[in-house]
C-alpha cells in the first residue's frame, strides 16, 4: 500500500515543466503552479496566431513569475536554426563537466563543411581551419554558421547525445536533430554529398528534383520533424537558462552574451522593441518551395529597461506569406508584450475627491 502510495506521488511530481530539473540537470525540485497568465495578453497572442496566414505558434513566458500566454503552444514545430541552441547547451555542459574548453581548437577541414549559410568556409583553406570552440560557438548562435553547429554537434557526439543533454535536463517537448548538412538534404529528399559544400552545388542539385517529389519530402518533414519543438518548451527552457538552472554561472553568461550578439533576424522581433528593451535570441529560417515558405522562427529572451525579462517564441511552420507580412507578425508579438509590460506597470493614481482637490480660498490681504 505504502509502495503504491510512493509511486503515485512520484509520477505526479514528475519533473516536466514547471516541475523540471534544476541547475545543471542534477537535482530535481518540486516547483510551485505558476499563476495564469493575463487574460488580455493571453486574448492578444490567440488573437495574432488565429489572424496569421499559416500555421504559427506564439508563446510568451514571465521569466520572474513563470507564467506562460501561448497560441498552439504545445505542438511541434520545425526550429531550423533555433536548435543550434541546444548544441550550444551541450557543448557548454561538457565545458562545465571538464571534458571541454572554449579555448579548446577544433580542425575544421574542407570534408567537414555544410550546407547554405556558413561564413566560416572562408577561413577553411587545403589545410583546414582551427577554430577554438568558443569561436564555433559564436559563429553557431550569432551568426548561425550552419558549418560552425555541425562541428560543435560532432564534437558533441551527435544528434543522439545532444538530445541525452535535453532529456537530462527535463526541457521537454524539444528534439535536437542532427547536423544541418544532414537534415537539409533530408528535408529536399537528397543524401549529403561533401561536393555540395562547394558554392551553389546543393541548390543546383535539389532544382533538378521532381517538384512532386521535393513537396512529398517537405510535407513528411512539416508533419514530424526531426528537429521539432514546442513553442512554450523553448520558452521554459529559456527562462532556466536566465535563471542559471541549466549551466554554471560562466557558461550561463556566455551563452546569454553570445546571443545577444546576434546578427540575423533584424527584421523579426528585434523590430518590434522601443529603445530602452533588449533581446538575446535564435533565429530558424528553414526551405521554400515555390511560394511555400517553411521554418520562419525567432526565440529569445526579451528584457525590459527596468529589468524584467520574458522568453518569447514565435515560430511559423508554413506559410504562404510574403516576408513583409510574416516580420510584422513578430513585430507585432514583440510590440504586444511591451504594451502588456507598460500597462501592467502604470502607476496607479488615486482618485482624488473635490475636496482634496480644491486649494483652500487664500484671505484677503490688507
Known amino acids: 500500500m505504502i509502495a503504491a502510495l510512493l509511486a503515485a506521488v ?3 511530481f514528475s519533473p516536466t515543466g514547471e516541475q523540471a530539473s534544476q541547475t545543471r540537470g542534477t537535482a530535481h525540485q518540486v516547483m510551485v503552479a505558476p499563476p495564469p497568465a493575463p487574460a488580455d495578453l493571453v486574448q492578444q497572442i490567440q488573437a495574432l496566431g488565429g489572424a496569421f496566414d499559416g500555421r504559427a505558434g506564439i508563446a510568451i513566458r514571465d521569466v520572474q513569475t513563470g507564467w506562460t500566454a501561448a497560441y498552439k503552444g504545445d505542438e511541434l514545430f520545425p526550429q531550423q536554426s533555433v536548435s543550434k541552441l541546444w548544441v550550444a547547451l551541450a557543448t557548454l555542459q561538457a565545458v562545465d563537466e571538464g571534458k571541454a574548453r572554449l579555448d579548446e581548437q577544433v580542425m575544421i577541414r574542407r570534408e567537414d563543411l555544410s550546407v547554405f549559410h556558413q561564413p566560416i568556409r572562408a577561413k577553411v583553406g ?34 543522439e547525445a545532444v538530445q541525452q543533454v535535453i532529456a537530462h ?8 536533430g542532427t547536423e544541418e548538412r544532414l537534415l537539409q538534404s533530408k528535408i529536399a529528399g537528397m543524401y549529403w554529398r561533401p561536393e555540395y559544400a562547394i558554392d551553389w552545388n546543393f541548390q543546383y542539385a535539389r532544382e533538378t528534383l521532381p517538384q512532386d ?3 512529398a519530402n517537405l510535407d513528411a518533414y512539416l508533419a514530424d520533424p526531426p528537429d521539432g519543438a514546442a513553442p512554450a518548451a523553448i520558452t521554459a527552457a529559456l527562462a532556466r537558462l ?11 553568461q556566455r551563452l546569454l552574451d553570445i546571443m545577444a550578439q546576434t546578427e540575423t533576424g533584424r527584421s523579426r522581433l528585434r523590430a518590434g522593441l522601443p529603445e530602452g528593451w533588449t533581446i538575446q535570441h535564435k533565429t530558424g529560417t528553414g526551405q521554400e518551395l515555390g511560394a511555400r515558405v517553411t521554418g520562419w522562427n525567432d526565440v529569445g529572451l526579451i528584457t525590459s529597461p527596468d529589468g ?13 506569406a510574403p516576408t513583409g507580412v510574416r516580420q510584422a507578425l513578430f513585430q507585432k508579438v514583440a510590440r504586444t508584450l511591451v504594451e502588456h ?19 483652500p480660498t487664500p484671505a484677503p490681504v490688507g
Not at 536566465?242 to 550561463?252: H, Y
Open 126 to 159: 587545403s589545410r583546414g581551419y582551427a577554430a577554438t570552440i568558443d569561436e564555433l560557438l559564436v559563429g553557431a548562435i550569432a551568426k548561425s554558421d550552419n558549418a560552425a553547429n555541425d562541428a560543435l554537434m560532432r564534437k558533441a557526439g551527435g544528434g
Open 169 to 176: 535536463k527535463g526541457l521537454g517537448a524539444i528534439r535536437a
Open 213 to 215: 517529389y521535393r513537396k
Open 10 to 12: 512520484t509520477a505526479t
Open 341 to 359: 509590460h507598460e500597462k501592467a506597470l502604470a502607476p496607479q493614481i488615486p482618485v482624488q475627491t473635490q475636496a482634496q482637490n480644491t486649494a
Open 308 to 320: 524584467r525579462t520574458y522568453a518569447v517564441a514565435v515560430m511559423i511552420a508554413e506559410t504562404t
Open 242 to 252: 536566465k535563471k542559471g538552472q541549466l549551466l554554471s554561472p560562466a557558461s550561463t
